[in-house]
């Protein structure tokens, strides 16, 4: 059984390098690269339906929690392998719960693409067991009811002693717990802070 691939990634030099290392294989067909969501859209109504999309996280005109959903609404559902960074968990994590059915290291590219490939093809998820992990640990330490309240009120721009008055607890109170959505969340200010609880799912 052929393979046909579409890649994506925000540039274009991964693109060149991931299909001069599939192009050669037996039974992969490398349909098109794409740089932008518009690019992927061209790319996709011309490939087969049964086409594997292997993408960075991000592309030039956004990550994968915008250009997925994309496909989608218009009606593109390709198996799809993302390619993350072992410092991207978040992304990547977000990635599977956008439907990517594999997650391929970057790292490991050469060794472990190809064979992700035939497996996403069966129907078997591919995850690195650092990711798994991560996902693990987060799942099993999320923030509690409190936190998101003090969360949602730091995005409003509330003061330490705003927060203290809507929530009717201490400014020390609210001091620590904001210490403790900051190691939570592997953060260290504020901004970082209400990105990564908006942008993560948490």
Same mark, same amino acid.
């Given at each position: 059984?052929?393979?046909?691939?579409?890649?994506?990634?925000?540039?274009?030099?991964?693109?060149?390098?991931?299909?001069?290392?599939?192009?050669?294989m037996?039974?992969?067909?490398?349909?098109?690269?794409?740089?932008?969501?518009?690019?992927?859209?061209?790319?996709?109504?011309?490939?087969?339906?049964?086409?594997?999309? *292997?993408t960075?996280?991000?592309?030039?005109?956004?990550?994968?929690? /915008?250009?997925?959903?994309?496909?989608?609404? =218009? %009606?593109? !559902?390709?198996?799809t392998?993302?390619?993350?960074?072992?410092?991207?968990?978040t992304?990547?994590?977000?990635?599977?719960?956008?439907?990517?059915?594999?997650?391929?290291?970057?790292?490991?590219?050469?060794?472990?693409?190809?064979?992700?490939?035939?497996?996403v093809?069966?129907?078997?998820?591919?995850?690195?067991?650092?990711?798994?992990?991560?996902? *693990?640990?987060?799942?099993?330490?999320?923030?509690?009811?409190?936190? /998101?309240?003090?969360?949602?009120c730091?995005? =409003? %721009?509330? !003061?330490?002693?705003?927060l203290?008055?809507?929530l009717?607890?201490?400014?020390?109170?609210?001091?620590?717990?904001?210490?403790?959505?900051?190691?939570?969340?592997?953060?260290?200010?504020?901004?970082?802070?209400?990105?990564?609880?908006?942008?993560?799912?948490?």
């Amino acid at each position: 059984m052929t393979l046909t691939v579409c890649i994506a990634d925000q540039s274009a030099l991964v693109c060149q390098g991931i299909a001069a290392m599939l192009s050669p294989m037996e039974n992969v067909d490398v349909v098109g690269t794409a740089t932008s969501l518009g690019a992927l859209v061209t790319t996709m109504v011309n490939a087969p339906e049964d086409t594997i999309l *292997v993408t960075g996280l991000r592309l030039v005109d956004g990550d994968i929690t /915008h250009f997925l959903p994309n496909l989608r609404r =218009q %009606g593109f !559902t390709p198996i799809t392998i993302a390619l993350a960074n072992a410092n991207e968990a978040t992304l990547a994590k977000l990635a599977v719960r956008e439907g990517a059915t594999g997650i391929c290291l970057i790292d490991h590219v050469q060794d472990q693409l190809p064979q992700m490939l035939h497996s996403v093809a069966r129907g078997v998820s591919c995850l690195p067991t650092t990711l798994l992990e991560r996902i *693990v640990r987060d799942n099993a330490n999320p923030l509690t009811k409190r936190e /998101h309240e003090i969360l949602e009120c730091l995005a =409003q %721009g509330l !003061t330490n002693f705003q927060l203290s008055t809507r929530l009717g607890i201490s400014e020390n109170t609210i001091k620590y717990n904001l210490k403790v959505i900051y190691q939570k969340l592997e953060v260290n200010s504020r901004g970082a802070a209400i990105s990564k609880f908006f942008s993560g799912g948490f």
